[in-house]
């Protein structure tokens, strides 16, 4: 079966650091990607990663370990406007193309 | 450059109808995918068609149709609607190289009565 785990929601303040967790099981891997999500906006890609390690991207990395399951999103020095919710998704190999399976989302709340 | 686009923006229907929802992808983008995003969900996965046929396909019951036209463009129809098909119905497209990222359109909010 396919199913991918994150936290519901998270609160954090302006200029802290947050992680945010995502765990899949997947029939297949092609890639796992994070998109962040404004209310009532399409989701925008953040990163990609397809290999073990850390992505780096500015304020924003991203972590993967294929043998784990298990990524994460580092988000730092956060701004009120990284309040968002945060989609973990992985490309399953089984789907042809480009198909995505996405995890519920992670609602991040950055206060002041 | 235009990013994706979607028609119409919000839509309302009745139990029993027809709807059909349109999508241009990115420009020089040949693949296009529809996803389904339920209030307080992610997207689900509905369709991808990539030059014109279809290559994956979500667990979504055959009312569920879609088709895509020689300039890369797409429709989304769906039949008999339920009340459980009110969403906001997600289109994305990706070019065929790099890491095929898909590039989502702002959406069409269905919401059926």
């Known amino acids: 079966g396919q199913n991918i785990d994150q936290p519901t929601e998270m609160t954090a303040t302006e200029g802290a650091i947050v992680q945010i967790n995502c765990t899949y099981q997947?029939?297949?891997?092609?890639?796992l990607f994070w998109y962040q999500q404004h209310a009532g906006e399409a989701p925008t890609f953040l990163s990609y990663?397809?290999?073990?390690g850390l992505e780096e991207k500015g304020r924003f990395s991203s972590f993967l370990s294929r043998s784990k399951g298990y990524s994460y999103l580092l988000l730092k020095e956060l701004q009120m406007k990284d309040s968002a919710s945060y989609l973990c998704a992985v490309r399953d190999h089984d789907q042809a193309g480009t198909a995505l399976i996405f995890g519920k989302g992670t609602t991040l709340s950055v206060s002041s | 450059d235009a990013g994706v686009t979607q028609s119409p923006t919000h839509l309302i229907k009745t139990r029993g109808q027809q709807v059909t929802l349109r999508c241009s992808p990115i420009s020089g983008h040949k693949s296009v995918s529809w996803y389904q995003q339920v209030l307080g969900q992610g997207p689900q996965f509905i369709f991808q068609?990539?030059?014109?046929?279809?290559?994956g396909r979500g667990n979504f019951p055959d009312r569920f149709s879609a088709r895509q036209f020689p300039n890369y463009s797409s429709e989304l129809n769906v039949n008999a609607l339920l009340l459980g098909d009110s969403a906001l119905y997600l289109c994305?497209?990706?070019?065929?190289?790099?890491?095929?990222?898909?590039?989502f359109g702002p959406g069409t909010r269905l919401t059926v009565l």
């Open positions: 994305a497209s990706s070019s065929t190289g790099g890491h095929y990222e898909q590039f």
């Open positions: 068609y990539y030059e014109k046929e279809e290559r």
């Open positions: 997947t029939s297949g891997f092609n890639g």
């Open positions: 990663n397809v290999l073990d």
